[in-house]
Every structure is written in C-alpha cells, then in structure tokens.
C-alpha cells in the first residue's frame, strides 16, 4: 500500500546548480532584468518554479550583499503531497516487448521507475543518430528581456524531433514502448533525439509540464498531461552524462542501447516531484540520447485537431 506523507511536510533537496546557469542569471542581473522574468525564462524550459526561483534568489542575494557567487550545487524547498502507485512496467528480470526481449537492470520505487537494458540494439542506436544527425538544431531558451526563443551559452545541446511513426524503426519504438507500459502509442510524443558536447548538461527540471506556464496550456488542452518518460542512450559516453535524480539520490550512467524509464503522474491527477532529474556535465566525448515523452491521452501535435 502507499505511503503517504503529510501534505504540509517541507524537506530540503541539494540539486545541481552548473556554473553556466548561474553565471547567466548573474550577467542578466547585472543587465538590469528583473528577478521575476528570469523565473519566467527558465520555468518556460520546464524547471521546476522552486528551483527556478530559488537559484535566481541566490544569485541576486551574493551580488547585492558582494558575496562569491553559489558554487556547486544548492538547497531547494520540496513539498510531498504525491500519493506514488506501482511503476507500470510488468514484473521480472527479462521483459518480453513487441518481439523484443528488454532486461531489467535495477528498479526504483520514487519515482517509479526502473533502469532498462537492450532497449535497442547497437545498430538501432547507430541508425537513429545517422537519421537524427542531419537535422541538428543548437537548442534554444527564451530569452528574458525579449520573449524570443534564442541561443544559450549555458544550453550548448543540439536536438530535433521526429514525427510518429516517421520511419519503421520509431515504429518499432514505439511499439516496443507501448507494450511496456501498457500506455498506448498514440499517447506519445515524437522521439526527440539530443546531442550534448563536452561539458554539455542538462539543469534541474521536470519533464511534466507546469499548468502555471502558458507556453503549456494549450498543449495541455490539447493532449493531456506528461506522465512518464524514458531516455534512452544512443551511445557509450567516457565519463560524466549521468542523468540524476537529486530529491531520490538515483545517479543513472548512459551506456549504449540501455534506457532509464520514470513515471511522475498517478490516476489521481498527481505530479511526483521527485522525478525531479538533471543531466550530469558530459566530461569527455559527447552523448547522444532519445527521450520519448507519454501523455495521459492521445497526443496532438501543435496545429493537430481532434477528430470526431
């Protein structure tokens, strides 16, 4: 049975905070934005409002006070009020998937998930980064002062996303996915498919989307909330890429064709903050990855209308 916590429990979580961000939230400062578009900025990248707000505090605070900058990582306030349930994934060490047989590595019960391995094979990992390769586009941020989606020096990832079913190999994926979880394929999102450079991370943030954005609410509208997700690893990267859990003290190494697969929705309409995750500092060598995003109904693209 589930283990709930009091709704007004307040803990403090140590997350992540790369020097890039920080040192971009400083300069914008300095620049005279104001604190709360900061917030506006990254909260539309999907960090997490607290994170957001807490790392923009901090910064503000060192600079009016002259005092070093934060360094490290940096304490954020969490509520607990998710009611979690078992992950959706069957029961096993060898999970039989569309015709494929996936292993189970290690499973987690916050957030509810499990590390995967042979999610693909090695060529499927090499053909879907050839495939990915040629439609590359350096990932962009809002930017504060303008509104328009720009590019970061502290976001040096390079992304694109493919269409549903676009080729016989997502297909497979995505069958592969929905048998699984037991959520449908037309409950995801097109595979996106990530590049990250040396020294390239990935902050704090949730993948769910915040009702509080209004970047999100038409989406929302459209297709429902996010609900799970997995990212899977396209290549073996030397050192560092690890994708982090802070709030759950899970630290996942990105090894070709393995997968780490979480849930952060419940059928109570819940979102788990411990599904909070960062993407370590690559630290030699790149890292290729696909993240697949699965909604709690049919999803629609933007510009999609329903049918009747």
């Keep these: 049975m589930p283990i709930s916590r009091p709704s007004g429990m307040i803990m403090q979580l140590r997350v992540p905070f790369p020097a890039s961000i920080r040192d971009w939230i400083a300069r914008n400062l300095q620049n005279t934005c104001a604190p709360e578009e900061l917030v506006r900025a990254m909260v539309s990248q999907n960090a997490a409002p607290e994170?957001?707000?807490?790392?923009?505090?901090?910064?503000?605070?060192?600079?009016?006070?002259?005092?070093?900058?934060?360094?490290?990582?940096?304490?954020?306030?969490?509520?607990?009020?998710?009611?979690?349930?078992?992950?959706?994934?069957?029961?096993?060490?060898?999970?039989?998937?569309?015709?494929?047989?996936?292993?189970v590595h290690a499973r987690f019960a916050r957030p509810a998930g499990a590390v995967l391995g042979n999610m693909l094979t090695a060529d499927e990992c090499g053909e879907l980064i050839e495939l990915a390769r040629p439609r590359l586009r350096r990932s962009t941020v809002v930017d504060p002062q303008s509104g328009e989606d720009v590019?970061?020096?502290y976001r040096n990832s390079a992304g694109m996303f493919f269409r549903l079913g676009e080729t016989p190999l997502l297909a497979?994926?995505?069958?592969?996915?929905?048998?699984?979880?037991?959520?449908?394929?037309?409950?995801?999102?097109?595979?996106?498919?990530?590049r990250y450079p040396e020294g390239?991370?990935?902050?704090?943030?949730?993948?769910?989307?915040?009702?509080?954005?209004?970047?999100?609410?038409a989406s929302l509208a459209r297709s429902g909330q996010r609900i799970a997700t997995f990212v899977i690893y396209l290549n073996d990267v030397p050192a560092g890429g690890e994708t982090l859990f802070p709030a759950a003290g899970i630290s996942?190494?990105?090894?070709?064709?393995?997968?780490?697969?979480?849930?952060?929705?419940?059928?109570?309409?819940?979102?788990?903050?411990?599904?909070?995750?960062?993407?370590?500092?690559?630290?030699?060598?790149a890292k290729?990855?696909?993240?697949?995003?699965?909604?709690?109904?049919?999803?629609?693209?933007k510009g999609a209308t329903a049918s009747l």
């Design 200 to 217: 390239g991370a990935a902050a704090p943030h949730f993948d769910y989307l915040q009702p509080s954005n209004e970047a999100n609410i």
């Design 288 to 301: 290729w990855v696909a993240t697949k995003w699965l909604r709690d109904r049919p999803y629609l693209p």
């Design 51 to 103: 994170t957001a707000q807490t790392m923009v505090a901090a910064v503000a605070q060192a600079l009016r006070h002259g005092l070093p900058l934060p360094e490290g990582d940096i304490a954020i306030p969490a509520h607990f009020e998710y009611q979690p349930e078992p992950c959706r994934l069957p029961p096993g060490a060898r999970l039989s998937a569309a015709g494929h047989v996936v292993n």
């Design 151 to 153: 590019v970061a020096d």
């Design 172 to 194: 497979a994926i995505d069958a592969r996915i929905a048998a699984l979880t037991g959520i449908p394929a037309s409950h995801g999102e097109g595979v996106q498919v990530l």
């Design 252 to 285: 996942i190494a990105p090894q070709r064709g393995n997968a780490a697969y979480f849930e952060y929705g419940n059928r109570f309409g819940q979102l788990d903050p411990l599904s909070l995750h960062a993407g370590a500092p690559v630290r030699e060598g």
